[in-house]
């Protein structure tokens, strides 16, 4: 497994992304105090953060290592998460073209289905 614990992430309170084959992918993250809202429920802003980077490299590898960035996302809100918690995503590459990649993910808790994604990325 990468810690994705660079740049915008870094300040996130890290991301651990595993590739599983060349369209799949795993991430996990636990839910921290800083992940909150004023409502003590993991804020949607974080959530997205984590699908976008989670789809976002898995979309960069699907392309060749080459950049790519995000033209499209899509995040539904299915349950709240809480503080402690670890969440599991599974990140699938739906479709690369010469130019686009299209990507899904799916969010969980021990219980759960918390967010459902999906989103499209430009290779640059």
Request: proline share 1%.
């Amino acid at each position: 497994m990468n810690e994705t614990n660079h740049g915008f992430m870094k300040h996130n309170g890290g991301l651990i992304l595993k590739k599983i084959d060349e369209f799949n992918y795993e991430l996990e993250v636990k839910i921290k105090n800083i992940h909150l809202n004023t409502g003590k429920t993991v804020h949607g802003g974080f959530l997205s953060t984590i699908a976008d980077s989670g789809m976002g490299t898995a979309a960069h590898k699907a392309a060749g290592n080459k950049r790519c960035v995000t033209i499209s996302l899509d995040v539904k809100f299915i349950r709240p998460a809480l503080e402690g918690q670890v969440l599991n995503g599974v990140i699938k590459v739906l479709k690369k073209t010469s130019s686009l990649v299209f990507v899904e993910c799916k969010i969980y808790n021990l219980k759960s289905i918390v967010t459902l994604s999906s989103g499209v990325w430009k290779i640059l």
